[in-house]
């Protein structure tokens, strides 16, 4: 089974070119020097110093920054699920994020002396942005989601236009319910990770030596060029 790629921290610096791609992780920008603007599936917007956004696995994003002076960030990748929460969400405490972000870019310079800091800064990271909630605070009961039975019957479903009420009727949930749980639990809108299925099940086929046109026709894609396509765009991201 392939095993998530570990968070990465980064300090970045981004100049006037414009940049454009999507990843199949979080990345997770905390401004510190300059502004950067970036353009997210099209809602535009700023992160200046202080100032942090949430990219969410799959979303297509333009960034350049702003002024000569070029701008730096933060920048953590990471495929941890809880960042999902944070996606769209300001920080809950602005200030004490910069600071953990000033200290943890000073790290990335001397990462085997502060490795221990290295370690533990993405959970810190996570943790500032959205502090856990109170353990006092009653829990409400919620359906299970059985995502691995869930993959399976789509799996067997390549050849029907399946849609996030599809899978939330399965899953007994309204869309809304399941397109939040699985932010929440996959880290990925429901559309993505029904994507990102269909395409794993075809390079599975492909390397086992199916040829592109049956594999296509297998996964449901609607023609050999589609399916290639759609695999390069996933190997480049």
Do not use: K, N
Not at 29 to 44: Q, T
Not at 47 to 60: E, H, K, L
């Amino acid at each position: 089974m392939h095993q998530p790629a570990p968070p990465i921290l980064s300090l970045r610096h981004y100049g006037s070119s414009r940049g454009s791609h999507a990843h199949d992780h979080f990345q997770v920008l905390v401004g510190l020097e300059g502004v950067l603007e970036i353009e997210i599936e099209g809602r535009g917007g700023g992160i200046g110093a202080g100032q942090a956004q949430v990219v969410a696995p799959g979303d297509r994003h333009d960034f350049e920054a702003r002024g000569s002076g070029g701008s730096s960030c933060l920048v953590l990748d990471t495929a941890h699920a809880p960042w999902a929460r944070c996606a769209g969400r300001a920080p809950a405490d602005p200030l004490q994020l910069h600071a953990l972000a000033r200290y943890l870019a000073h790290c990335t310079a001397q990462p085997r002396q502060f490795a221990l800091a290295l370690q533990h800064g993405p959970a810190l990271l996570l943790e500032a942005w959205s502090p856990a909630p109170s353990s006092s605070m009653p829990h409400t009961r919620r359906r299970r989601i059985d995502w691995p039975a869930l993959a399976a019957w789509a799996r067997a479903r390549w050849h029907e236009p399946l849609t996030v009420a599809d899978l939330a009727e399965v899953a007994c949930l309204s869309p809304s319910q399941l397109a939040q749980r699985c932010r929440e639990e996959q880290g990925l809108s429901a559309m993505h990770w029904l994507r990102g299925l269909r395409l794993a099940h075809a390079r599975e086929l492909r390397l086992e030596g199916m040829g592109v046109a049956e594999t296509a026709r297998r996964t449901g894609y609607r023609s050999p060029s589609a399916l290639t396509a759609a695999l390069r765009r996933r190997d480049r991201c």
